[in-house]
């Protein structure tokens, strides 16, 4: 089935920098997820984003709903060890089922 | 947030043996809940949409009589492996869609399944 394109695939950073991933889609959604998934759990939602051009925060978390409702991207300020796991984002149109369409993933690791 | 919890989170079973996997909304209630399935190094896969009182809706290779569905009520999915086989043995999630809350899914933790 359709995937978003979610970038980068992984990145290795060290504590205390800022981290960026971005995703993209080739169609239109009007809601962008992102969630967090660590080794042998289900994903975690870290932000909900519902309306175009709207910029949210949860924390050291900030991510936005691109204005042309195709991308999205998240950023994580300061990291921390706690932050190593997979990023997935995620996006759907409300009003139908519901189905997720979700990113490949963004392999987050962070050394001290 | 909503809250997802799945028994049981692991398990391991023989071959040709049926295994069944809940998913409970715990506090709120769910007409939809979806169950996906996950490979090593890999994004979730959508397998089907639960419907509370009516059939599942199963996603295009999928097939229905391998994996059961019944959404009995507004709290409460399970998902039968029937006849599992080694093939079978992956991560399987599920999630609820809260309606209070623009529709966004929440996750349950996944149960590993290991056929032998």
């Known amino acids: 089935g359709q995937q978003l394109n979610q970038s980068p695939q992984s990145m290795f950073i060290q504590e205390g920098e800022d981290v960026s991933m971005n995703c993209t889609s080739s169609?239109?959604?009007?809601?962008w997820l992102w969630y967090k998934q660590d080794p042998g759990e289900g994903p975690v939602l870290l932000i909900a984003l519902y309306k175009a051009g709207e910029l949210t925060s949860n924390g050291r978390l900030t991510a936005q709903f691109g204005i042309t409702r195709k991308d999205s991207f998240l950023n994580i300020s300061a990291s921390i060890p706690s932050d190593v796991g997979i990023y997935f984002c995620?996006?759907?149109?409300?009003?139908?089922?519901?189905?997720?369409?979700f990113g490949t993933g963004t392999r987050l690791q962070v050394t001290l | 947030g909503a809250v997802v919890s799945q028994h049981p989170s692991w398990v391991i079973c023989k071959s040709g043996t049926s295994v069944k996997i809940e998913c409970r909304s715990l506090d709120f209630q769910a007409t939809t809940m979806f169950w996906y399935r996950q490979f090593p190094k890999q994004s979730l896969m959508l397998m089907a949409t639960?419907?509370?009182?009516?059939?599942?809706?199963?996603e295009q290779g999928v097939e229905k009589d391998k994996f059961l569905i019944n959404h009995a009520s507004l709290t409460l999915s399970t998902l039968t492996v029937t006849s599992a086989h080694p093939e079978d043995s992956s991560f399987y999630i599920c999630?609820?869609?809260?309606?209070?809350?623009?529709?966004?899914?929440?996750f349950g933790p996944g149960t590993r399944l290991t056929v032998l």
């Open positions: 995620a996006a759907f149109i409300t009003g139908t089922a519901s189905k997720l369409t």
């Open positions: 999630s609820a869609r809260d309606s209070r809350a623009a529709d966004t899914q929440y």
């Open positions: 639960s419907n509370e009182g009516s059939k599942a809706t199963y």
């Open positions: 169609s239109i959604f009007n809601t």
